[in-house]
C-alpha cells in the first residue's frame, strides 16, 4: 500500500515549477504500478502548448477555469472544475487557464519523473529502467 500527502511533495524532485505551472508527481512509473498520477495547477492567463506523444493522458479539472484547444483541429472547449479530458489520440493542445486551474492528471505508461518537455511539448518515453541504469 502508498500512502502520500500532497505535502510530502513539497520541495521534492517529485515538485515541479515552472514559470507557467507547479507539478506534483504523486505515483511515478518506479511505484510499479503501471501509470503515474500528478495534480498540476496552471497559472492563470498562461498559455500552454503540449504534444504528448508517447503517452496518454486523462485530466480531471478539479478548479478553476480555462480554455482547452486542439491544436490538429482548432476545436476549442471550455473547462470548468468537474471537466474531464482525454488525450487518446496524443493529441497536441493548448491549455489557457483564465484563473488558476488545479488539475489531476493520468498517464499511460507511466512517466519517471525525470522527464522534460521538448520544444513541441513532448516528454520522451523513458522508463525507470533508462533512468536508473
Wanted: one cysteine or more.
Amino acid at each position: 500500500m502508498i500512502v502520500r500527502s500532497l505535502s510530502d511533495l513539497d520541495g521534492t524532485e517529485r515538485d515541479i515549477v515552472t514559470d507557467n505551472w507547479r507539478s506534483r508527481r504523486i505515483i511515478l512509473a518506479g511505484d510499479g504500478v503501471g501509470f503515474s498520477l500528478h495534480e498540476t495547477t496552471l497559472k492563470a492567463g498562461t498559455v500552454n502548448d503540449f504534444w504528448y506523444a508517447n503517452h496518454v493522458e486523462a485530466v480531471l479539472v478539479t478548479e478553476g477555469e480555462g480554455l482547452l484547444t486542439d491544436k490538429e483541429t482548432g476545436e476549442v472547449h471550455e473547462l470548468k472544475a468537474g471537466s474531464m479530458y482525454l488525450l487518446n489520440d496524443h493529441d497536441r493542445h493548448q491549455l489557457r487557464p483564465t484563473t488558476d486551474m488545479r488539475t489531476v492528471c493520468v498517464f499511460n505508461p507511466p512517466v519517471t519523473g525525470r522527464e522534460v518537455h521538448d520544444e513541441n511539448g513532448v516528454y520522451p518515453a523513458l522508463t525507470e529502467e533508462e533512468v536508473t541504469a
